[in-house]
């Protein structure tokens, strides 16, 4: 028995897969460039460096999930 009735799924929003994308290779340099960041600056501005960082790409990932289907 084939169900004939059935509904694709939306597209996908190519923009917010690429925005992803980006939002998770700066995450990941953030967190690379702990060692680099530290030895130049010290611990304090690192940390509120890379915070701030990792916040970005925190909101970019909600931002681009919340759009990533088109309707």
């Known amino acids: 028995m084939t169900d004939t009735d059935t509904e694709q799924p939306p597209a996908m929003n190519k923009r917010s897969v690429v925005g992803l994308?980006?939002?998770?290779?700066?995450?990941?340099?953030?967190?690379?460039l702990i060692p680099t960041f530290e030895s130049r600056a010290g611990f304090s501005v690192t940390f509120w460096t890379m915070a701030a960082v990792e916040l970005i790409a925190m909101l970019g990932v909600a931002y681009f999930v919340l759009n990533l289907h088109e309707e």
């Open 21 to 32: 994308a980006v939002c998770l290779v700066i995450a990941l340099a953030g967190i690379f």
